[in-house]
């Protein structure tokens, strides 16, 4: 017999959130975490990192960690997540090829906070998902 518990299928979750206001505009977040092995009883964390939507000619990189998993009834996960993007400049560089450009300087600059819940599960193994599924139907 296997325990629920002792079952760490591969997975990761998708992710979106907006950001704080800052300097009159906000930023939209999407993205999946970084795939770990882990079930719902067992805490583990993903790590995430991106870049968000482009606002105001500007966009920010941003990288972060889960908190612990969090069960659901139907035998599913989420976590929370809650963190800050890096600083970007409030009037961007003109540069031709885009992207940001970082240096020692007494340019104005801002960042964001921004904080959510993961969404579904995606990537994980079918023959995991179905036998979770079914280990929770004969636990009620």
């Known amino acids: 017999m296997i325990h629920i518990g002792m079952i760490k299928p591969h997975h990761a979750h998708r992710f979106s959130a907006k950001t704080s206001e800052s300097k009159g505009h906000i930023h939209i977040i999407n993205g999946f975490t970084m795939e770990v092995n882990g079930n719902s009883f067992d805490r583990h964390r993903h790590f995430f990192r991106g870049v968000t939507s482009t606002q105001n000619k500007h966009y920010h990189r941003f990288y ?56 579904e599960v995606v990537g994980e193994d079918p023959f995991f998902s179905r036998y979770l599924h079914d280990s929770c139907i004969l636990l009620k």
């Open 64 to 119: 972060g960690e889960t908190g612990a998993a969090i069960p659901l009834e139907n035998g599913g996960h989420y976590h929370l997540f809650e963190t800050r993007t890096y600083y970007s400049y409030n009037q961007p560089l003109p540069m031709e090829s885009g992207g940001v450009l970082y240096g020692e300087s007494d340019r104005p600059r801002h960042d964001h906070s921004f904080s959510g819940k993961t969404l």
